[in-house]
T-cell receptor
Framework: DAGVTQSPTHLIKTRGQQVTLRCSPK?????VSWYQQALGQGPQFIFQ???????QRGNFPDRFSGHQFPNYSSELNVNALLLGDSALYLC???????????FGSGTRLTVV | SQQGEEDPQALSIQEGENATMNCSYK?????LQWYRQNSGRGLVHLIL?????REKHSGRLRVTLDTSKKSSSLLITASRAADTASYFC????????????FGSGTRLLVRP
């Protein structure tokens, strides 16, 4: 049973570019959350998707957007990249109403 | 901003010794979870303790929760070199907030 799958694992982008990160949730999970983890820090909540809608959002600018597809997979889009967007981006899936989260291995984004 | 703060920020122990990490948080919670992260990769869920529980065990792990002091501790007994990792506490609030709020983590080094 596959866990959470994220792609790509590593990515290098230039300031001002746009990036799309992808996440496939664990089988049986219907909710996807995205987190940003800067080096040496704990993960910060970006947003959560359920039933293809953004259900809650953290303190991130509108440059960060997302989408959830009917098969529950999700994308995180970041526009107009800044150097400060360099981080590990983690996807976590869960089942609505349950407490447990399963995290993917993350996408390491470097903005140069 | 981070809800939880782990203490200590870094811990170095000898293999076989016990490791204790503490977490403090600020608001009321529904549950508190502990995660392990190896080398900046994905988070591995270790244990979840609900707000009405005071202690929980899982293998060599023991977690306590004191809601009156808004604090939790994670004890790893008989540590092994493979336990070397960063450990994070994360809280889920009780106000239908869907996000996990992470602390800044404790970096544990277990020397062989």
């Amino acid at each position: 049973d596959a866990g959470v799958t994220q792609s790509p694992t590593h990515l290098i982008k230039t300031r001002g570019q746009q990036v799309t990160l992808r996440c496939s949730p664990k089988s049986g999970h219907d909710t996807v959350s995205w987190y940003q983890q800067a080096l040496g820090q704990g993960p910060q909540f970006i947003f959560q998707y359920y039933e293809e809608e953004e259900r809650q959002r953290g303190n991130f600018p509108d440059r960060f957007s997302g989408h959830q597809f009917p098969n529950y997979s999700s994308e995180l889009n970041v526009n107009a990249l800044l150097l400060g967007d360099s981080a590990l981006y983690l996807c976590a899936s869960s089942l609505q109403g349950a407490d447990g989260y399963t995290f993917g291995s993350g996408t390491r984004l470097t903005v140069v | 901003s981070q809800q939880g703060e782990e203490d200590p920020q870094a811990l170095s122990i000898q293999e076989g010794e016990n490791a204790t990490m503490n977490c403090s948080y600020k608001t009321s919670i529904n549950n508190l979870q502990w995660y392990r992260q190896n080398s900046g990769r994905g988070l591995v869920h270790l244990i979840l303790i609900r707000s009405n529980e005071r202690e929980k065990h899982s293998g060599r792990l023991r977690v306590t929760l004191d809601t009156s002091k808004k604090s939790s501790s994670l004890l790893i007994t008989a540590s092994r070199a493979a336990d070397t990792a960063s450990y994070f506490c994360a809280t889920a609030r009780g106000d239908s907030s869907y996000k996990l709020i992470f602390g800044s983590g404790t970096r544990l080094l277990v020397r062989p």
